[in-house]
DNA sequence: CGAACGCCTCTACACCGTAGACTCTAGGCG
DNA sequence: CGCCTAGAGTCTACGGTGTAGAGGCGTTCG
């Protein structure tokens, strides 16, 4: 009897429970704080044990792509297409909300991988949202062009607003007033002027307003085109 | 006489010099090949004393991303407002094929900095954005929430391609075929059998078409709605 | 002529990813 | 029971990184 596995951090490991220390690590203290050793010591194991459970420190940061966009939920059979694109949309925002130091990894690591040997977890979105376009009458053509259509957006809107976002409102009004207060009037008036409407970003509204543009954009164009759905 | 400007590589050095050696090693090298180390020593000189130039890496990196930004012009008084973004956006589109190393520090730079205490070169896109559409009479509110569909717009499209993009288009097939082989044939199948399509993407285009969706959408959005212009 | 200053260089420190060899442990099989 | 094997975990070491701090050197000014 009596396990070794005295403070249970002390558990065999397996990838799953590394990654997730990993995620766990960039979302308290950022990317930079991600390293092998601080791994290691987070988990209680010489950093070089690692490598047996991802094989790169970039295999590393894959896994953590993976494990966050299987956080996302898509219903590829759902008849009303348009709504589930809705969702999915804000559900990816709000992931980008919850995990904001994974944001670059998503944007950046699949500049990094041709597309046919990416992570599978990172492809699976990819294929879900063709298969719920198809679905619903798209021609597989078409449904690729809206998936990048869409999903460009998406990724879009969640740069911006991660950008204008700002942790503490109170604090960072004033910050970001000092910050444009440093700009040269003479060469940012419209920013300088702007500023209080830069301070209350809504990004959900934002967002939808967004969704609804391409949407309608996106019906226009394809009903007086060619092939179409629905 | 005799200046000791052998080489001419001995030269005086300033920021500028500096940061474009910086852009043409992550351009030829990518992102990681650049250190103080290696940029020092492209640069004939000492590593230490390229923090008189930059007060850090970091620092470093948004003075490429400045660098970058600024080979893009932009015509804030043109009247014919559409037609600018729309020649803005494919020329964004060409600076980032001509510097893909670059686009991970476009993206992701901005999220590390609030938006007061970028590097100015950063922030007059978005000024002279602001002024074109203000000046074809946008009203301020709406200038900035145009301006944030079309920018995100616009960097999703570019995330997008150079997700896809790939080298050698003959070899690279063959790539993309075994890449997409590996995958399960159960998991999936539009993934599968959108290869063919997938394979020649045209960035171009599709940007085009992105842009008109957006600008009819836009336009329809805003001639039925509130405030509007031209 | 001496002092001051800016550019540059050197050395040093703490950290990083990871190759390779080692130890230890659990389990299977004779 | 005893041995063997395989895998998990560890240790050491190497070449790289960013950058602090002190020193050197040439030019320019008082």
Redesign the interface.
């Known amino acids: 009897m009596s396990a070794p596995q005295d403070t249970d951090s002390r558990r065999r490991l397996n990838r799953e429970v590394v990654l997730q220390t990993a995620l766990q690590l960039v979302d308290s203290e950022g990317l930079e704080a991600l390293s092998m050793r601080r791994l290691g010591q987070a988990l209680d194991r010489d950093p070089m044990g690692l490598y047996r459970y991802a094989a790169n420190r970039a295999d590393l940061l894959d896994g953590i792509t993976e494990l966050v966009l299987n956080e996302l939920a898509i219903f590829p059979t759902d008849p009303d297409w348009q709504a589930q694109l809705r969702r999915i949309a804000h559900d990816l925002r709000l992931l980008a909300l919850r995990h904001?130091n994974v944001?670059?990894l998503l944007?950046?690591r699949?500049?990094s991988t041709?597309?046919?040997?990416r992570p599978?977890g990172t492809?699976?979105p990819?294929?879900q949202i063709?298969?719920l376009l198809?679905e619903a009458g798209f021609a597989?053509?078409d449904?690729?062009?809206v998936y990048?259509?869409y999903?460009?957006?998406?990724?879009?809107?969640i740069?911006?607003e991660?950008?204008?976002f700002?942790v503490d409102p109170e604090e960072?009004v004033a910050?970001?007033?000092?910050?444009?207060?440093?700009?040269?009037a003479r060469?940012?008036?419209?920013?300088r002027?702007?500023a209080p409407?830069?301070a209350d970003y809504d990004g959900e509204a934002?967002l939808d307003?967004?969704i609804?543009?391409?949407l309608?954009?996106?019906a226009?164009?394809l009903t007086g085109g060619a092939a179409l759905a629905r």
Not at 114 to 117: I, K, N, S, V
Not at 175 to 184: D, I, M, Q, V, Y
Not at 187 to 191: Q, R, S
């Open positions: 904001p944001v670059p944007v950046t699949p500049l041709p597309l046919g040997l599978l492809l699976r990819l294929e063709l298969g198809i597989p053509n449904a690729l062009h990048r259509a999903y460009g957006f998406l990724y879009g809107h740069l911006n991660l950008q204008e700002i960072n910050l970001l007033r000092l910050g444009l207060h440093r700009l040269p060469d940012f008036p419209h920013l002027e702007l409407v830069l934002e307003e967004g609804s543009i391409l309608s954009g996106l226009e164009r």
